[in-house]
Nanobody, 117 residues
Framework: VQLQASGGGLVQAGGSLRLSCKAS???????????FGWYRQAPGKQRELVAG???????NYGDSVKGRFTISRDNARKTVYLQMADLKTEDTAVYYC?????????WGEGTLVTVSS
């Protein structure tokens, strides 16, 4: 399974970005039953959970992004999105996509988000 993350870039504070994570080579039925998460790691800091999307349809968010970020999934496209709004300089980090199932735990390569003041 390959997780292809994209959508990162440079944006001004207050702006928006949408990250995508495509689970290529994952069969559709597996995608449906997989929990996905977006994590981020800023320089000198530990990796932290940003948002998660469970196979049962529930989602959860880190406290610092609640109300600003939205995770969603398009099962037909086998893609998970992270819509980020009202970005702050402290959101600057490398964002990673994670796919977790009963017998696997995959990570994408990460996409850099830089928020300028």
């Amino acid at each position: 399974v390959q997780l292809q993350a994209s959508g990162g870039g440079l944006v001004q504070a207050g702006g928006s970005l949408r990250l995508s994570c495509k689970a290529s080579r994952m069969i559709l039925s597996t995608f449906w039953s997989t929990s996905f998460g977006w994590y981020r790691q800023a320089p000198g800091k530990q990796r932290e959970l940003v948002a998660g999307s469970s196979s049962d349809g529930s989602s959860n968010y880190g406290d610092s992004v609640k109300g600003r970020f939205t995770i969603s999934r398009d099962n037909a496209r086998k893609t998970v999105y992270l819509q980020m709004a009202d970005l702050k300089t402290e959101d600057t980090a490398v964002y990673y996509c994670n796919a977790r199932g009963q017998a696997f735990d995959y990570w994408g390569e990460g996409t850099l988000v830089t928020v300028s003041s």
